[in-house]
Nanobody, 122 residues
Framework: VQLQASGGGLVQAGGSLRLSCAAS????????MGWFHQAPGKEREFVAA????????YYADSVKGRFTISRDNAKNSVFLRMASLKPEDTAVYYC????????????????WGQGTQVTVSS
Protein backbone atom coordinates (compact mmCIF):
# COMPACT_ATOMS: atom_id res chain seq x y z
CA VAL A 1 0.00 0.00 0.00
CA GLN A 2 1.33 3.40 -0.95
CA LEU A 3 0.16 6.46 0.96
CA GLN A 4 0.45 10.06 -0.18
CA ALA A 5 -0.28 12.81 2.34
CA SER A 6 -1.05 16.36 1.30
CA GLY A 7 -2.69 19.55 2.49
CA GLY A 8 -0.13 20.89 4.90
CA GLY A 9 0.95 24.50 4.97
CA LEU A 10 1.42 27.64 7.02
CA VAL A 11 -1.55 28.87 9.04
CA GLN A 12 -2.07 31.36 11.83
CA ALA A 13 -3.02 30.23 15.31
CA GLY A 14 -6.75 29.66 15.51
CA GLY A 15 -6.95 28.71 11.86
CA SER A 16 -7.87 25.47 10.15
CA LEU A 17 -6.36 22.99 7.73
CA ARG A 18 -7.55 19.78 6.13
CA LEU A 19 -5.03 17.08 5.46
CA SER A 20 -5.66 14.35 2.92
CA CYS A 21 -4.06 10.98 2.44
CA ALA A 22 -4.59 9.00 -0.75
CA ALA A 23 -3.96 5.27 -0.78
CA SER A 24 -3.11 3.04 -3.70
CA UNK A 25 -1.92 -0.47 -4.34
CA UNK A 26 -4.05 -2.27 -1.78
CA UNK A 27 -7.57 -2.81 -0.49
CA UNK A 28 -8.00 0.40 1.46
CA UNK A 29 -11.12 -0.67 3.35
CA UNK A 30 -9.26 -3.55 5.01
CA UNK A 31 -6.97 -1.17 6.91
CA UNK A 32 -7.61 1.05 9.87
CA MET A 33 -5.97 4.42 9.33
CA GLY A 34 -4.11 6.77 11.59
CA TRP A 35 -2.48 10.15 11.66
CA PHE A 36 0.71 10.85 13.58
CA HIS A 37 2.85 13.94 13.91
CA GLN A 38 6.49 14.59 14.60
CA ALA A 39 7.83 17.92 15.77
CA PRO A 40 11.53 18.81 15.40
CA GLY A 41 13.62 16.98 17.95
CA LYS A 42 10.70 14.95 19.21
CA GLU A 43 9.39 11.45 18.69
CA ARG A 44 6.54 10.68 16.34
CA GLU A 45 3.26 10.77 18.24
CA PHE A 46 -0.26 9.51 17.74
CA VAL A 47 -2.85 12.08 16.70
CA ALA A 48 -5.96 10.21 15.55
CA ALA A 49 -7.17 6.90 14.16
CA UNK A 50 -10.27 5.50 12.57
CA UNK A 51 -11.51 1.97 12.04
CA UNK A 52 -11.91 0.27 8.66
CA UNK A 53 -15.46 1.46 8.13
CA UNK A 54 -14.86 4.84 9.73
CA UNK A 55 -17.53 4.13 12.32
CA UNK A 56 -15.19 4.73 15.26
CA UNK A 57 -12.52 7.35 15.79
CA TYR A 58 -9.90 7.87 18.47
CA TYR A 59 -7.89 10.92 19.37
CA ALA A 60 -4.92 12.02 21.41
CA ASP A 61 -6.01 14.14 24.35
CA SER A 62 -4.14 17.12 22.93
CA VAL A 63 -6.37 17.28 19.85
CA LYS A 64 -9.75 16.13 21.13
CA GLY A 65 -12.46 18.56 20.19
CA ARG A 66 -10.24 20.29 17.63
CA PHE A 67 -9.31 17.59 15.11
CA THR A 68 -11.59 15.23 13.20
CA ILE A 69 -10.49 12.14 11.31
CA SER A 70 -12.65 10.76 8.53
CA ARG A 71 -12.31 8.44 5.58
CA ASP A 72 -13.90 7.80 2.21
CA ASN A 73 -13.39 4.18 1.24
CA ALA A 74 -14.84 4.78 -2.21
CA LYS A 75 -12.03 7.28 -2.85
CA ASN A 76 -9.33 5.37 -0.94
CA SER A 77 -8.70 8.41 1.19
CA VAL A 78 -8.46 9.47 4.81
CA PHE A 79 -8.66 13.03 6.05
CA LEU A 80 -7.71 15.03 9.10
CA ARG A 81 -9.65 18.20 9.68
CA MET A 82 -7.71 20.43 12.07
CA ALA A 83 -9.34 23.44 13.67
CA SER A 84 -8.37 25.92 16.38
CA LEU A 85 -4.76 25.25 15.53
CA LYS A 86 -2.07 26.10 18.04
CA PRO A 87 1.67 26.73 17.55
CA GLU A 88 2.33 23.45 19.36
CA ASP A 89 0.53 21.62 16.54
CA THR A 90 3.47 22.50 14.29
CA ALA A 91 4.94 19.24 13.00
CA VAL A 92 5.22 16.93 10.05
CA TYR A 93 2.00 14.94 9.82
CA TYR A 94 2.03 11.34 8.61
CA CYS A 95 -0.80 9.05 7.61
CA UNK A 96 -0.44 5.34 8.19
CA UNK A 97 -2.32 2.10 7.58
CA UNK A 98 -2.71 -0.76 10.03
CA UNK A 99 -4.13 -4.26 9.74
CA UNK A 100 -5.37 -3.99 13.36
CA UNK A 101 -8.85 -2.77 14.27
CA UNK A 102 -7.20 0.46 15.34
CA UNK A 103 -4.12 1.48 17.27
CA UNK A 104 -2.33 4.46 18.75
CA UNK A 105 1.02 2.66 18.61
CA UNK A 106 3.45 3.39 15.79
CA UNK A 107 4.62 -0.21 15.71
CA UNK A 108 1.13 -1.44 14.82
CA UNK A 109 1.15 0.42 11.52
CA UNK A 110 2.34 -1.38 8.43
CA UNK A 111 2.48 1.40 5.85
CA TRP A 112 3.40 5.08 6.10
CA GLY A 113 3.04 8.11 3.91
CA GLN A 114 5.83 10.58 3.34
CA GLY A 115 4.50 13.31 5.62
CA THR A 116 3.22 16.83 5.09
CA GLN A 117 4.45 19.87 7.01
CA VAL A 118 2.04 21.89 9.13
CA THR A 119 3.31 25.15 10.57
CA VAL A 120 1.17 27.22 12.92
CA SER A 121 2.34 30.76 13.55
CA SER A 122 1.48 32.67 16.71
Amino acid sequence: VQLQASGGGLVQAGGSLRLSCAASGGTFSTYSMGWFHQAPGKEREFVAATTRSGSYSYYADSVKGRFTISRDNAKNSVFLRMASLKPEDTAVYYCAASSRLWSSSLTDYDYWGQGTQVTVSS
